[in-house]
């Protein structure tokens, strides 16, 4: 039951049950989670904080489902999918209101969020149909080779709190284009966002057990997922989330060999050099940076100027950054939402108060902001700060938040190694007119994705995803399907 009015059109896309099988259910444990407004702190509504017997019922549920969704030709497979994708845009408004208000991001981002999600849902169900396997010229003439590509089974989904439709529709779009069926449990702030896909997927035709879906609280979410890394029924583990999470789940997925990627933390670099378009630059970093308050995992996290340009560069964006508007995710006129939570708040202000304290200089911003009428509410201003260093945490940890950290460079070689200088390796972006130099830098830098005079980059059709320590697999593109599906190989003999 919502308890605050969302104002949707379909009020029972507030779901706040779980999905195990065929029936949605309060969970088999009598306790809820609490789902609060970061942007008021006020309560929207309780979903089950599920436990290790809703874990081990969603998997025999997924399992049970396994052979018969893996054996419906790939073009009904295909149908069901293009009607989620259907449904979702369909819902478009209330999908964004329900995002914006369990996480906090504008409304126009939270609908934009929606078609971004139902990108990957239509794009997979095309892919769906194209997952062909090969005939290989044989060594022996008596023989044929051949390989096929098959679903791994029951697949784990584990999603966070930043972007709670796309990242729900990234995993289980594939793994249902592959053939494979889901558990899943979404991230603890926003459960309500995936409950309402869930049951958009149910909708569009997606048969019982195919998808399942359990929510949890931070102290119960390792108990839900242990039971699902010691199952051996469970295939694969498909994880967006931070760097520790993602070890652990690796650690923990050996025991039983099951196929995992990882979509983890980053720290990525934005570099501006002297030949750059700083009109571009400036605009390219607010699209990168500002883009969810900061708390995208390819947000530039260390911006590197060079010295001839940082002076104008920096007026430039410190106009536009004291510019933004912060306010509730409600109010269309805001730019820059609340803040996850507390924990989210304290982080960023540590981040600050470090970097002052090793000699930053706040251009702009640098305080938290109180709304008398919502104690409770996680805002933060809109940052820039000069004379950033390597030793500052802001330089060597994700903010996650609406902070610019802003270094000089002298040349190309040294800010290369600089850029390099960090475990992470997701996002990386860097402006420049020579063309000789975009081959250069695109080449050296250590990471997944490459900006190169442009901050806007996810899109279905591109392969997403990291190296180093921000994970390994990618989604999205004609690759997204790799992690889901496994090579057979079949030999023909008596030719
Ligand atoms: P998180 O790792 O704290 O939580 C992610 C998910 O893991 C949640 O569902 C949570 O309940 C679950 N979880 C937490 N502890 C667990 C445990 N011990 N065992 C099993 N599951 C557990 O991350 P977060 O704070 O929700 O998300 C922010 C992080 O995600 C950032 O580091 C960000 O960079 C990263 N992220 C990465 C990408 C990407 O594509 N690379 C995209 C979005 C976010």
Request: hydrophobic share 45%.
């Given at each position: ?61 997924a ?29 478009q ?6 995002i914006s ?56 989904v ?84 931070s ?61 590197y ?145 490459v ?11 591109a ?13 999205g ?7 889901y599906?496994?090579i ?8």
């Amino acid at each position: 039951m919502s308890l605050i009015s969302l104002a949707l059109s379909r009020g029972d896309l507030v779901e706040t049950r779980n999905l195990i099988a065929d029936n949605w259910t309060g969970g088999l444990e009598p306790r809820q989670l609490a789902v609060t407004d970061p942007s008021d702190g006020g309560l929207v509504s309780n979903v089950p904080d599920a436990g290790a017997a809703d874990a081990k019922a969603a998997v025999d549920a997924a399992q049970a489902a396994f052979n018969a969704w893996r054996g419906a030709p790939a073009r009904d497979r295909a149908a069901v999918l293009k009607r989620w994708n259907d449904v979702i845009v369909a819902h478009q408004d209330d999908l964004g209101r329900l995002i914006s208000r369990e996480q906090g991001k504008p409304l126009a981002e939270g609908r934009g969020e929606v078609l971004y999600a139902a990108s990957y849902v239509e794009w997979f169900a095309e892919q769906a149909t194209r997952t062909n396997g090969e005939v290989i010229p044989s060594p022996f003439s008596n023989k044929r080779i051949l390989s096929v590509r098959e679903p791994v089974g029951v697949v784990a989904v584990i999603t966070p709190w930043n972007f709670p439709a796309a990242m729900i529709a990234r995993k289980i779009a594939p793994a249902l284009a592959a053939g494979c069926t889901v558990v899943a449990k979404p991230a603890e702030d926003t459960p309500l966002t995936a409950l309402a896909l869930v049951k958009l997927a149910q909708e569009a035709g997606v048969p019982p057990g195919v998808i399942n879906i359990v929510t949890a609280s931070r102290e119960r979410a390792a108990g839900v997922v242990d039971v699902w890394l010691a199952d051996d029924r469970v295939r694969k583990i498909s994880f967006t989330g931070s760097t520790p999470v993602g070890k652990h789940l690796a650690r923990q997925s050996a025991s039983t060999l099951k196929k995992v990627s990882l979509e983890l933390g980053g720290n990525a670099p934005f570099i501006v050099f002297a030949d750059a378009d700083i009109d571009a630059a400036v605009e390219g970093l607010m699209a990168a940076k500002f883009r969810n308050g900061g708390q995208t995992c390819v947000c530039p996290n260390r911006v590197y100027v060079h010295e001839l340009v940082h002076d104008a560069f920096v007026a430039k964006l410190a106009a536009r950054v004291g510019a933004l508007k912060v306010g509730p995710a409600s109010d269309s006129t805001s730019q820059i939402g609340p803040m996850i939570n507390e924990r989210a708040v304290q982080k960023i202000e540590r981040h600050v108060r470090d970097a002052v304290s090793q000699g930053a200089r706040i251009v702009v911003g640098g305080e938290r902001i109180r709304k008398p009428d919502s104690p409770q509410a996680a805002y933060f201003s809109p940052t820039v700060l000069v004379d950033a260093t390597p030793s500052m945490a802001c330089s060597c940890e994700e903010t996650f938040g609406p902070v610019v950290a802003v270094a000089r460079f002298r040349d190309e070689s040294e800010v290369v190694a600089r850029a390099n200088a960090t475990p992470f390796g997701l996002a990386a972006y860097f402006y420049t007119d020579s063309p000789a130099r975009i081959w250069r830098v695109a080449e050296a830098l250590e990471c997944g994705i490459v900006g190169i005079n442009e901050g806007v980059l996810a899109a279905e059709a591109a392969p997403f995803g990291g190296v180093k320590e921000s994970g390994y697999g990618r989604e999205g593109s004609v690759h997204g399907l790799d992690d889901y599906q496994q090579i057979k190989y079949l030999c023909q003999g008596g030719v």
